[in-house]
């Protein structure tokens, strides 16, 4: 779990198992020898369950990839063509989509390929390969002691605030004390849902008035945080201002102030995209980057959309790692992002989702 946070939270090693993940539990009396298959069952229902999720991608996707091969011989023109539209529909991106088509022609060109199974097959161990290529271990700069500060950002409606409530509620099953902090103060709304989050997880939540600066509650936060010894903190951010000031200079200024309090924090500025929206999203990651300084992305609202291709997009375009993936609106909607998982659960055939 989380092996990008596991370096300084060892207490994650000794975290229950998933709810989640209701397969055969390992107990004291298993034997070794039949370790390996259960890790291979668990890794199989992990995948099945991320796929029954990503179905909306699937059907419009893989399920189409698959139609268009399907009982054809020769690969044509046309098959091309379609495969392109396929491609661009599921938000691949036009870059990452030409790439795909060049490297396809190329070998049919050389004779290397000649019939549209092995071009399925070329098609995906590509895209495997693109979703997987950036998967390396994206270092963090942790603390040596005090709490793990972690700045949620991102335009409003994206899932931030959702996101949030789904993280506490990880990071507390793994056994870590939790603070959650309301910086979004231009809506008493947004203070409210943050505090139902709080309640659902039984952690304090810190908010100020309505209208209040947000560095200043951040800057409270912080020091409660340091004298409770919380192991982390979660700030909450406006996706809009419904003041004239700037949004990006507003985040810029709750940063300052967090590193003012607590040198080197925030640890980490994850940025939550919506990937209903598609390449928007990306636009949105690279102005968020260029004015903040992005270390982590959350997805969200991929259970919803048949635009699951962007994360392809995404790990291919940009160098910034992709932390969690969110399916669904529940606490437990929330995965740690694991390339290989999410490239086996989107190419999972309708046969395999059945078995
Ligand atoms: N289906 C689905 N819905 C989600 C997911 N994440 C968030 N949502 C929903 O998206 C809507 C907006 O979520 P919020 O968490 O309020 O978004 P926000 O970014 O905090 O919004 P603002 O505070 O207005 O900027 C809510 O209805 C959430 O339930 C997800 O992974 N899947
Ligand atoms: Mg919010």
């Known amino acids: 779990m989380l092996g990008w946070f596991k370096k300084k939270f060892k207490k994650q090693d000794d975290a229950p198992p998933r709810q989640e993940t209701p397969i055969a539990e390992l107990s004291t009396d298993t034997p070794e020898s039949e370790l390996p298959a259960i890790k291979e069952k668990k890794k199989k229902s992990l995948v099945s369950r991320l796929a029954e999720k990503l179905s909306k991608t699937r059907e419009s996707f893989t399920y189409q990839i698959d139609a268009l091969f399907l009982g054809k011989k020769e690969i044509d023109g046309e098959m091309l063509d379609n495969l392109e539209e396929i491609l661009i529909t599921a938000d691949l991106g036009v870059e990452t989509t030409m790439e795909l088509l060049e490297h396809v022609r190329r070998k049919v060109k050389r004779h290397e390929l000649s019939d549209p199974n092995s071009l399925k097959e070329v098609l995906k161990e590509k895209i495997k390969s693109f979703i ?125 102030v967090m590193d003012k309090k607590m040198a080197g924090a925030p640890h980490e500025v994850l940025l939550v995209i919506d ?27 991929l259970d919803g959309t048949s635009k699951g291709g962007i994360v392809v997009n995404i790990c291919r375009g940009m160098q910034i790692p992709i932390r969690f993936i969110g399916i669904g609106e529940h606490i437990d909607d929330l995965r740690d992002f694991d390339a290989g998982e999410f490239a086996d659960a989107l190419f999972q055939s309708r046969k395999e989702q059945k078995k």
């Open 132 to 256: 997987t290529e950036n998967d390396r271990d994206a270092s963090l700069v942790m603390p040596d002691d005090g709490p793990f500060v972690i700045m949620v950002i991102g335009v409003n409606g994206v899932g931030k605030t959702t996101t949030i409530g789904k993280i506490a509620h990880k990071f507390q099953q793994a056994g870590n004390s939790i603070l959650l902090v309301a910086a979004d103060t231009f809506r008493a709304a947004a203070v409210a849902q943050l505090q139902i989050w709080g309640e659902r997880n039984k952690v304090q939540v810190v908010a100020h008035k309505e209208g209040a600066d947000p560095s200043s509650v951040v800057f409270d936060a912080l020091g409660i945080a340091q004298s409770k010894k919380i192991d982390i903190v979660l700030v909450d951010t406006a996706g809009r201002l419904h003041t004239n000031s700037n949004l990006m200079e507003e985040l810029k200024k709750i940063k300052r």
């Open 275 to 301: 990937a209903t929206t598609g390449q928007n999203g990306i636009s949105q990651a690279k102005l968020f980057n260029e004015a903040i300084g992005v270390t982590g992305l959350t997805l969200t609202k």
